[in-house]
């Protein structure tokens, strides 16, 4: 599972459009939502969106920055006119949030709502359940009121019908409130669990009239290697670079071929003049491996973050090792280099076909693998894995370069430790 962060706009636009088929037409969410970007100006938005000209208006940037009201990048109850003007004064400019600096390029337009009431409700992807989060104090200010959070937990073996939420939400609310929020926060569960959300925050969020929610804020992030068979109802999903980061064209070339694909391929450059760099099979397994050269020291020399997974073609994996292979040989370090070819104990993943593509790429690479004095260590298992390692072991003694390999008798890490510390167990 790969999480990846989605825009407000979407997260807004994926309930808007399911919530009535999940709650049996019982709900509805405001399907008014606009999204202003460098290339669509408020004005143009207007033919489709009539309201916009009519109603008061909520705008803020819509590019995974946190805290925004606290930061002064919301505006509040404006006429089309201020909202043009405030977008037109913030569109494309550079602004510095901590110590990240990023252009604003993107703006969410809705309808502004007088309320009373706000709400929280959030759903977070544990290993063996799902948690879901309920408070009446909802707002900028919860977390200084998560005492007043209830967790309900969801074994990932169980229907959300099957667990009791009234108890615990009668904690905090009675009669029709407690009826009518219950059936809610199920609808939205189903909506979660059918599209493949990993979290969803809605923060906060209130009811108008009878049955109508608005959500006032909204996060949520998507498993993004469903993509390739979720793509119809997600509709025009994107995956935005966290505010302040930019794709390099080989990040660019593995996201394009990861969406062309069942199979996952991940690429995130941390430092192009790192001096080890990580090909890792596996989301959990990448986490892992960065985890541990982090807490050995070596964060700083860590050059990459990613991971293929799925069960790649030979030549999918071949084109993802090759970008890395090329961007590890491109500038020489003289302690010489390393390359980590890791990962679990694949489930469905032939190992042997996996690893013709990247020794293929570095067969390609064998001289300036040589000139850059890389060393390789490899740790993997799964099916067809003990023909994978003899192919690994045959490649270094052919191409002159130091390959030590390993299968799963191999704890997942030490492989990482071995290497820092120069090889040999």
């Known amino acids: 599972m790969a999480q990846k962060a989605i825009r407000e706009f979407d997260a807004k636009r994926l309930l808007a459009k399911y919530i009535p088929e999940y709650s049996n037409n019982k709900f509805q969410i405001s399907k008014k939502i606009a999204l202003v970007t460098l290339s669509r100006s408020l004005d143009e938005l207007v033919g489709e969106e009539p309201w916009i000209k009519t109603e008061k208006l909520v705008v803020k940037p819509d590019q995974q920055i946190g805290k925004r009201g606290k930061l002064g990048l919301i505006l509040l109850n404006a006429t089309f006119e201020e909202a043009k003007k405030w977008i037109n004064e913030r569109m494309d400019k550079t602004i510095t949030i901590g110590q990240v600096e990023g252009q604003l390029t993107h703006f969410l337009v809705e309808p502004f709502t007088e309320h009373d009431i706000e709400y929280y409700l959030a759903i977070k992807d544990h290993k063996n359940s799902d948690h879901v989060l309920f408070s009446t104090s909802g707002g900028v200010d919860i977390e200084e009121n998560l005492g007043k959070v209830i967790t309900i937990n969801v074994p ?152 293929y997974s799925g069960n790649p073609s030979r030549d999918e994996t071949y ?44 067969r390609k690479f064998k001289g300036k693998l040589i000139e850059n004095n890389v060393k390789i260590y490899v740790r993997r298992g799964g099916p067809n894995f003990q023909e994978g390692l003899k192919q690994m072991k045959d490649l270094g003694r052919e191409i002159g370069i130091p390959i030590e390999v390993h299968g799963p008798e191999m704890h997942l890490t030490r492989i990482v430790k071995i290497a820092l510390e120069g090889g040999t167990q």
């Open 156 to 307: 990932i073996d169980k229907e959300i019908e099957e667990i009791d939420l009234r108890t615990p939400l009668s904690q905090q609310l009675s009669g029709k409130d407690l009826e009518k929020i219950e059936a809610f926060i199920k609808s939205i569960y189903k909506i979660y669990k059918e599209l493949n959300f990993t979290f969803l925050e809605l923060n906060p969020f209130t009811i108008v009239g009878e049955n109508n929610f608005v959500l006032m804020d909204t996060k949520g992030r998507l498993d993004d290697t469903a993509l390739f068979w979720m793509a119809k109802k997600w509709g025009g999903i994107e995956f935005p670079v966290p505010f302040g980061r930019s794709f390099n064209p080989e990040e660019s070339y593995i996201k394009e071929l990861d969406n062309k694909t069942g199979a996952s391929l991940k690429l995130m450059v941390l430092n192009p003049e790192g001096r080890l760099w990580t090909m890792v099979a596996g989301g959990g397994a990448s986490i892992i491996y960065t985890d541990t050269i982090v807490d050995l020291g070596y964060g700083e020399q860590l050059a990459n973050y990613g991971e």
């Open 319 to 362: 084109e993802y090792a090759k970008t890395i292979l090329d961007l590890m040989t491109r500038k020489r370090d003289p302690r010489g280099k390393i390359l980590i070819i890791g990962g679990g104990i694949a489930n469905f993943t032939d190992i042997a076909i996996t690893f013709q593509g990247i020794i293929k790429a570095l």
